[in-house]
């Protein structure tokens, strides 16, 4: 018990025992996060399968259940092909970036109380920052393919992740002014204030713009136009193949936890559970944080799914007029209405 | 404008209700069939595999007159006779390409003595062409394993007609039907 409050918390006087504490918990944050990745794909075969009376995978151990398995080796042992008109030092870093500024975001998430790996008070603009750098990779791989389909889907992925990063930032601003912090505990801490343990209520607006936005930041239905299948074949992954493509693979899933985490943290209280809940029921305490956390991630990562199986995919001047003329503006007008409510009380 | 649309675009209310037409498909049983355990039986009178019908003295049905061979209209069928004995016409080879087989039944229907037969056997894939060259041998053997015995003789009554039978005078025509019994 002793060991693992000084993991969780960090605060050994001994700095050489401190960095060794932050290894681990990068080491467990990344190994979670990585089966998290695996399972992520599964389970969207398989809720798009059912949603479509299909049945999803079936034949790789009970129900499947191994299939990422199987095509996590399959990715490993594959040919790595570099087509030879591309630009190759580009072409091998654009998948390292789009990964490693991905997997970057996890190092400031709170997962339960006290575990977060870097406790800084500019949590959500490092997010912000790290999940611009990401179109970085995507820009690069589709410039360095030399293929118009990559390239075509390089553009759309910057365009689009351009306009509605303005959008989620703003969305966003909502819950920065009602918790007066950037850090994302202190956020999940604030929102305990309210009976309801969410800023999701007084924040709705900010919620709706953030998921629609948290969409097109991912690439994901209905704003899946970098990766448009039926026209760009795959996008800006066209002529990547293997463990590279797998890379990409992994950053998209890795980039749609990280979004749905945000909007736990920010929207949905975080580890915690309203305190109204806590006090019809007491025994709700003894839940372990993370369990809600979990919980809560999951049910936005079906989200995902859930849309995607719903809605076809936007045409891309409508993508481009949702995210200026529609979502900024609302996400300015409820900065300006929270701000004069966060005055008046 | 109507209050009624603006207020369907706000609330996505088109979006929702799509949303929960797939939450609700998701708890319904799939359509798909898991093959290679579960199979779907092949329908009464399914055209599939072919087979020559054995007697039950254990020959052959098919006298070698060769009218399937005639009538078939990827002319996949071969059938080889020669004299024997007694003037008798023995079927020495009867093959039938499979992989050229359209299955349109025309050899059943051309078969004056229900000789030819095409089973509702349908699984039959194999990683050779020659495999699937089916000699008299291989023929004979398929009316074995799939439709001997009563199975058969069913199959005879409601889908491999017509028949010799079928192609008989009605009885009120009149024809010389042989010299009148004295009385």
Redesign the interface.
Known sequence: MDILETIMYTGSSNWMLNIVFIFIKIAIVIGVTMLHVAYATYFERK?I???????GP?RVGYHGILQPIADGMKLFFKEDIIPADSDKPVFKTAPLIALFATMSSLAVIPFFEGFVIADINIGLLYIFAMSSLAAYGVVMAGWASNSKYSFLGGLRSSAQLISYEVAMGLSLVGVMILSGSLNLSEIVKGQQEYWHGMYLIPQFVAYFVFVVAMFAETNRTPFDLPEAESELVAGYFVEYSGMRFALFFAAEYIGMIIMASIAVICFWGGWTIPPVLLKWVPALAAVPGIVWFLGKVYFHIFLYY??R???PRYRYDKLMSLGWKVLIPLALANIVVTSIVKYAM | MTIKDIAKKVFLIEILKGMTLTLKMMFTHAVTRQYPEKKRPPFPGFRGLHALVRNPDGKARCVGCGLCAAVCPSQCIYVYTSEGADHTKIVDRYEIEVLRCVYCAFCVEACPFGAVVLTDHFEYSDYSRDALYMDKEKLLSNWDKFMAGKKGEEYFDKFWRPRTEDFTTPENQPIFRGRRPEV
């Open positions: 809720v399968g059912h949603m479509q009376v299909r049945l079936m859930w849309v199986a719903t809605v």
